[in-house]
């Protein structure tokens, strides 16, 4: 697959709802009920970050059991771990930043990734590899909605998901910005949510989540 249809891939996954979650999954019994919840919602990408020994059974099952549901790979850092995503039937995969070793591996892979930047050099450097779809982490410290505001006049070929302190209260700041697609937040997936499989919950904070205007 060409970069081109890759970015276009991206582009379809960030534009099914404003937000995607960034999920920590500890026990991969819950991927399935979590995911159908989010789905239920109105928000069907989903993004389970390699943090735990579970993400990618998670992975799996979500891909094999949860119809309309597109998951991702997330806190992708290496080729292994790309690889390891798309084997595991991810749709897409997402790093916090960017590495000549696994953007060169992402040449060579199905996969279509969202890499990270933090920074126009970082932004820039990844726009010259073809990336105009990006992550902007961490999103909130690395200066927020005005610094990535800041970046639309000069970099207006880049869309941006930003991650990283986004919540509720702050997300509709981000998605008012020309250069974003969408978001990416853990608040729709809490651990106490998870742990006591309230999927009730979990598909109204999705459904909530999924009306944000963008």
């Known amino acids: 697959m060409s970069n081109e249809a890759k970015q276009q891939r991206v582009e379809s996954t960030l534009r099914l709802a404003p937000v995607v979650p960034v999920v920590i999954i500890e026990d991969a019994s819950k991927a399935v009920g979590m995911a159908r919840a989010l789905v239920a919602g109105g928000v069907p990408a989903i993004e389970v970050t390699l943090r735990t020994p579970a993400a990618l059974d998670a992975v799996r099952a979500i891909a094999g059991e949860v119809e309309g549901a597109f998951v991702g790979v997330g806190t992708v850092l290496t080729a292994r771990d790309l690889e390891n995503a798309y084997k595991a039937g991810a749709t897409f995969a997402v790093s916090p930043g960017s590495a000549p070793r696994l953007l060169d591996a992402a040449d060579d892979s199905e996969l279509p990734l969202l890499p ?56 509709p700041e981000f998605l008012a910005l020309p250069n974003v697609a969408c978001v990416g937040g853990s608040w729709l997936t809490p651990a106490d949510k998870l742990a006591a499989s309230d999927w009730a919950g979990i598909e109204a904070l999705a459904r909530e989540a999924s009306r944000l205007p963008r």
């Open 116 to 171: 990270g930047a933090a920074t126009s050099s970082e932004a820039m450097e990844l726009l010259e590899r073809g990336y105009r779809f990006q992550k902007f982490f961490p999103a909130v410290p690395a200066g927020g909605a005005k610094l990535l505001g800041a970046w639309a006049s000069p970099l207006p070929q880049i869309r941006f998901c930003p991650t990283g302190g986004i919540s509720l209260g702050n997300a």
